[in-house]
């Protein structure tokens, strides 16, 4: 009998226990920490990412969208002057790439700078250009040799003062060594008269 009350007594005693213990033990509000990454995704499949509770032993996942895994930005196509440029990067795990377009250049024009035609050589008129491309803005103009001026007493050229007494006062060439240079020298000195005559230049 004495045993028998001692049994309930402790049986009572553990549920009291119980009791108190699911009291103590009452449903509290978790406290989730950072995600952090499980299951890292890949190209075509979904990653995983989890959250502990602080307090208890529960968590969240939560899936992570795939994604490519793309390196760097190179160069794809060139720009230039008037056309647009492509840059890539492509994905690491498979052919996936992103492109991005990159502006045109602009022109950068620099002078050439106009050459003065002398008596005997050609000069040019200033023109502008690309350094770039190449492309033209302002084309230069090749001016003509202007040719020695009317010779002066001593048959120097009043322009250059280069001693031309025996070139050709028309054409100022050396005819001596041409075929028929004699006769041609001869003609072009009656030109000259003529042309001295009328227009006297
Ligand atoms: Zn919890
Ligand atoms: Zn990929
Ligand atoms: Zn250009
Ligand atoms: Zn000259
Ligand atoms: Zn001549």
Redesign the pocket.
Known sequence: MKRALSLCLSLLLLLCGGLVCAADDEPHTHIFGEWYTVTEPTCIDEGEERRDCEGCDAFETRPIDPRHSFGEWYTFIEPSCTDEGEERRDCEGCDAFETRVVPALYHSFVIDPAVPA???TAGKTQGEHCELCGAVKTKQVTLKP????VLDENG???????H?KDLCPYC?RDHSGELFGSLTAWLHRLFYSVRIFLLGT
């Not at 202007?146 to 001026?149: E, F, K, S, T």
């Not at 120097?156 to 280069?162: A, K, W």
């Open positions: 002398t008596c005997t202007l040719g020695h001026a120097n050229c009043r322009l250059c003062g280069e031309i100022h």
